[in-house]
């Protein structure tokens, strides 16, 4: 039986934790923060939870559909909430919704979101109530909306500066510090007219795709509360996928947007790197320009990708504040007709095969598409096992220096996909100039390789999985290749539903695959049939650098095929 402690070969971990500095200057703090959030939650929107966490995720408790079962909301609280973005702002333009009536209801969606899942750092539901009000006022007294996003509930990563409110990125350390200003994608989603009122949950190091931490655990997948909601973009998977806000905003090194995405049951896209601002925030990236970082939405349909990106890149201008971003205005570009599109699917990178819901969904998924006549070829591997190791040497190149800083700060305890991260690559080493300079050749060359590949095969769109599995259980998703080889080329990248759910019947080992590596044998062993009921089956689709708009396109045009419609409930 493989280990995990087997691959934990690069860095000692004997220069993080310092159990007594963490117990008595930062416990206190940690326990404080915990019982703000508790109390954080109004008494009009606490529910009955009905069993304790452990029994819910013994019988892998479908949290969304108890949502509806048991009519948590009433009706008009489940149309507003089960409306797409660009339904909820023009019915507030026109003057049919108020924003204070919107919000409410999406405030009560959230916090019920949270006792089920456990997807928010922070809730301030009476600033936001604040906000809708001052919106209201304003639109009854100049008869006009702020912005296009006038009265819409967006929630944020934690991690994401926001002012005069503890913003700690999940180390403990920085539980002290309370940033002067938002974040620039904060101030330009609120000058557009959004409501903000809950920030979400994300992994220790930001660096899991998973969501485990010091602070409140990690979050769960709204399907099968015995899954996660992915990682690092914790809680904005399971808070957009559950219905808790019509837009999350989260981040992306890895797969921290597509993966949270892909597992809670949301879409979400990783755009190509500088279209949208990632200024401002906590994380142990600032300074490494080898495999940057991107901020970008979450939501239950592509329509409200399209429309957040097009408002907040053509009026948000994030450039004009943020001299690190392009200023490439959205384009309109039109759904594709099935018949004009060439899609290659990659039904294995080479280094882990995919376990079999995420096997049948890609098979479903190539039945449709050709059923359409979309033009579907077989995508084999690429210098991927290259892409894995350069990209994990990328991540820790500073010899794990920046993390180290940020968890010996407070000498907090380890998690375990901590210290599996902080063993990528060659861990705690510290990479010289040289070295550096000509992992970027080698980066460099295989976004060109992947350029090539694209034109030479005429290829528009790549399909893959997100992740071997659907989602995992908790600190167990070791294999990041499928999303981190998007991360390290720089393609735009749209995780998207397949409208299948895993089935233990259907979803068995046929015969279960000899594995090739350790690695392989790692992830394989995790698969049992029984234990995955229910979670949604997604992946993703990526196309060229600086193509965002083809790719969310493109998205909607395989979702329509797919007749997937996440807004209403299945």
């Known amino acids: ?6 691959f934990l070969t690069t860095d000692a971990l004997d220069t993080y934790e310092d159990n007594e500095l963490y117990t008595k200057e930062f416990l206190p703090r940690l326990e404080k923060y915990r019982s703000d959030l508790e ?60 924003a204070v009536e ?113 602070f409140i655990g990690w979050s769960k997948c709204p399907y099968n509360v015995s899954l996660t909601a992915g990682g690092s973009s914790s809680g904005e998977g399971a808070i957009t996928a559950f219905g808790g806000s019509s837009i999350g905003i989260g981040s992306d090194i890895g797969g921290s947007i597509r993966g949270p995405a892909a597992f809670s049951g949301s879409v979400g896209l990783r755009p190509t790197t500088s279209r949208f601002s990632k200024a401002g925030g906590v994380s142990s990236a600032g300074g490494q320009e080898s495999v940057p970082a991107v901020q970008g939405p979450l939501a239950r349909s592509i329509d409200d990708i399209d429309m957040l990106m097009d408002v907040y890149v053509n009026q948000g201008q994030p450039w004009t504040i943020d001299c690190t971003t392009i200023p490439i205005p959205w384009r309109k570009v039109e759904k594709p007709k099935p018949e ?35 033009k579907v070829i077989e995508h084999k591997p690429l210098r991927t096992e290259f892409a894995y190791e350069l990209v994990n040497k990328m991540y820790s190149a500073d010899g794990n220096y920046k993390q180290r800083k940020l968890l010996a700060g407070s000498g907090e305890p380890l998690c375990k996909l901590t210290k599996w991260s902080l063993n990528y690559g060659e ?13 970027s050749i080698d980066r460099d060359l295989l976004k060109q390789q992947y350029t090539d590949y694209l034109n030479e095969n005429n290829i528009d769109m790549l399909i893959s999985p997100a992740f071997v599995n659907v989602a995992p259980k908790p600190e167990t998703a070791y294999v990041w290749s499928y999303t981190t080889l998007f991360n390290l080329i720089d393609f735009p990248t749209l995780a998207f539903q397949t409208g299948l759910y895993q089935d233990p019947k259907l979803d068995k ?6 594995a090739r590596t350790k690695l392989e044998e790692l992830e ?44 209403k409930h299945h």
């Open 1 to 6: 039986m493989v280990s995990y402690k087997d």
């Open 39 to 98: 109390n954080a939650i109004k008494k009009e929107y606490l529910i009955q939870v009905p069993k304790s966490a452990e029994a819910l995720a013994e019988e892998q408790f479908n949290a969304l559909q108890y949502l509806y079962d048991e009519k948590l909301l009433t009706e008009k609280e489940f149309e507003i909430t089960d409306s797409s973005s660009s339904r909820i702002v023009n019915q507030i333009a026109k003057g049919a919704w108020s």
């Open 102 to 214: 919107v919000f409410k209801a999406f405030a009560k969606r959230a916090t019920i979101a949270h006792q089920l899942t456990n997807c928010a750092l922070e809730l301030f539901t009476d600033e936001g109530l604040e906000r809708a009000q001052y919106l209201d006022d304003y639109y009854a007294k100049n008869g006009k909306t702020v912005g296009p996003l006038h009265g819409l509930p967006i929630s944020l990563k934690e991690q994401m500066n926001y002012k005069g409110k503890i913003t700690h990125g999940g180390y403990v350390s920085h539980i002290v510090n309370i940033p002067e200003k938002h974040a620039p994608s904060a101030e330009i989603l609120e000058k557009l007219g959004a409501v903000f009122y809950v920030r979400t949950n994300q992994p220790q190091t930001l660096m899991h795709l998973c969501g485990n931490n010091n």
């Open 340 to 374: 004009n599109l060439t899609v290659a699917i990659a039904y294995d990178d080479g280094i882990v095969s995919p376990t079999p819901p995420i096997l049948r969904g890609l098979k479903h998924v190539a039945d449709k598409l050709k059923a359409a006549g979309v």
């Open 427 to 439: 861990g705690s080493r510290e990479f010289g100039v040289a070295e550096n300079r000509q992992m």
């Open 509 to 514: 080992w046929d015969p279960k695959p000899a």
């Open 524 to 567: 394989h062993d995790q698969y049992d049939p029984e234990q995955f009921k229910n979670a949604p089956i997604a992946l993703q689709l990526t196309g060229r650098r600086y193509f965002d708009e083809e790719v969310v396109a493109a998205g909607k045009t395989i979702v329509d095929i797919l007749k997937v419609d996440l807004l």
